[in-house]
């Protein structure tokens, strides 16, 4: 009787598993979900005085791995926490998909940083990922000056930048 139920439960848990994987199958959709923040020290990284920008204009592109044709867009902007995500529809394989910074709705904090300014998201289900949900890597503008709170960030962060 012990073993019957161990292998109904058992059967159990692997179903629910296997239900609950939030895998992504073709014709499905995808969520990416990321935040957009100002960088007041042009470390191009995030630090404690790091600011979420609301209402910052982010844009999904995929293209075509061979011919590099735009196959995919989307738009969308961030909440009041910086945060955005965004629905992205079917399966894309066989593209390379970015989410790029494209607007700072904050005139003290909009120069993108060159190089840094997109993050790559896979939307396909056949990689290997259990889930539909994609996250890009934090996205961020940068102040035109250097804010005067910056030296002792660096202090505490024992960083001495090659220029400044």
Known sequence: MAKA??????????LAAMAGSGSCHPGESFTVKGKVYCDPCRLKFET?????????????????????EVTYTKE???NADGTYMMTVEGEHEEEICDVTVE??????????AAGLEKAQVVCSDKVGMH????YANPLFFM?????KECAKVL????FVPLEM
């Open 131 to 134: 889930s539909n949900v994609r």
């Open 103 to 112: 607007k700072s709705p904050r005139e003290d904090c909009k120069e993108a």
């Open 76 to 78: 969308t902007t961030t």
């Open 5 to 14: 139920a161990l292998a109904i439960i058992s059967a159990l848990c692997i």
């Open 155 to 158: 202090k505490e962060l024992d």
């Open 143 to 147: 102040k035109e000056k250097v804010s």
């Open 48 to 68: 404690r005085i790091s600011e979420n920008i609301a209402d910052a204009v982010v844009r999904l592109e995929c293209r075509n791995m061979t011919t590099e």
